[in-house]
C-alpha cells in the first residue's frame, strides 16, 4: 500500500523560508516522479514542483521558479521542497504526490493528471 507522510508545515513571515519533506512506503520510490500540489482556499490543486525518477529532471510552476527547490533521496525514500522568499500567496495545504507510471519520461513532470497517490498534505501559512 503507497502511503506519502509530509512534514514541516507551519506558519512563517513573508520572506521566510520552509522545508517541507515526504516520506514514501509501500512502492519502489525510485521507479516514480514525485511531485508537490498545493491548494489555498477556494482554489483548485496546482501541481508546484516535481522531479523525475532518477531526480535529474524537474519541473516547477512559473510562480516559484528560483524560490523552490526540490529534490529527492531514493536511499531515504524522501523527497523535500525547499521553499524561500515565501510570499502570502504562497499559503496553502501543500501535498505529495506520485506519479502514476513508472520510470516515466521526464515530459510528464508538469502534467497534473500523471499523479495518482497522494498524501494527507501539510498546512503553510505565509504571514505578511
Known amino acids: 500500500q503507497v502511503q506519502l507522510v509530509e512534514s514541516g508545515g507551519g506558519l512563517v513571515q513573508a520572506g521566510g523560508s520552509l522545508r517541507l519533506s515526504c516520506a514514501a512506503s509501500?512502492?519502489?520510490?525510485?521507479?516514480?516522479?514525485m511531485g508537490w500540489f498545493r491548494q489555498a482556499p477556494g482554489k483548485e490543486r496546482e501541481l508546484v514542483g516535481a522531479i523525475s525518477w532518477g531526480g535529474g529532471d524537474t519541473y516547477y510552476t512559473d510562480s516559484v521558479k528560483g524560490r523552490f527547490t526540490i529534490s529527492r533521496d531514493n536511499a531515504k525514500k524522501t523527497v523535500d521542497l525547499q521553499m524561500n522568499s515565501l510570499k502570502p500567496e504562497d499559503t496553502a495545504i501543500y501535498f505529495c504526490a506520485r506519479q502514476g507510471t513508472k520510470y516515466s519520461d521526464h515530459r510528464s513532470l508538469g502534467l497534473s493528471r500523471e499523479y495518482d497517490y497522494w498524501g494527507q498534505g501539510t498546512q503553510v501559512t505565509v504571514s505578511s
Open positions: 509501500g512502492h519502489t520510490f525510485r521507479s516514480y516522479a
